[in-house]
């Protein structure tokens, strides 16, 4: 689901993620349901369903709260956040962006499958109303990806890394937009 999700193969993912969660289900495996809800989400915004998206994150906000997850409970709410914003829903999303902001105040997200995506979420959220509160996270974000590129002494990966994995490429896109005004 998460692939099918990153080479926006939405219907293929929403399948996927649909069978796993009744595996996940019929086994009473918490995390793997977890991760179907958030997948499952991530297609369904993809396919602009965004009420039924919503759903999907809510149930994994909750799933990995349980397990203790944070990292990837925060990701289930950056999912929550896009899903209500093409709603429409600002003033939703402000009041559920607010854990994730305090989150990452202090905190890793380490373990969560797109970081980058997260930062992307609260820049686009503050983006109309707040220009500086938006720019701080793009460049936060940048900042996080330039970290873990740095990292990766072979050229070629390092540059499959920073180019093929979509968030990284709106994030770097995003910078150089901002940096050129």
């Known amino acids: 689901g998460l692939l099918a999700a990153m080479q926006e193969r939405w219907e ?31 297609n369904l915004c993809g396919l602009g369903q965004w009420d039924a998206a919503q759903t999907a ?3 994994a906000i909750a799933g990995w709260e349980k397990l203790g997850d944070t990292s990837r409970q925060m990701e289930a ?3 929550q956040v896009r899903a209500l914003r ?18 990452l105040q202090t905190g890793s997200l380490s373990g969560a ?3 980058v995506r997260i930062y992307l979420t609260c820049h686009a959220l503050f983006a109309e109303e707040d220009a500086a509160q938006a720019e701080k996270w793009l460049r936060q974000g940048k900042t996080w ?6 990292t990766i002494t072979d050229l070629a990966i390092r540059e499959t890394f920073l180019n093929a994995i979509p968030s990284h490429r709106q994030l770097n896109h995003l910078h150089n937009i901002q940096h050129l005004k």
């Open 12 to 42: 293929d993912g929403r399948s996927l993620c649909e069978e796993a969660r009744q595996l996940a289900l019929a086994e009473s495996a918490p995390r793997e349901i977890a991760f179907a809800h958030t997948f499952l989400g991530h």
């Open 57 to 59: 994150y809510e149930q």
């Open 77 to 79: 709410i950056a999912g």
């Open 86 to 103: 093409r709603q429409n829903k600002i003033d939703t999303a402000k009041t559920a962006v607010a854990p994730l902001v305090t989150y």
């Open 113 to 115: 499958n797109d970081p």
């Open 145 to 150: 990806l330039d970290q873990r590129a740095a």
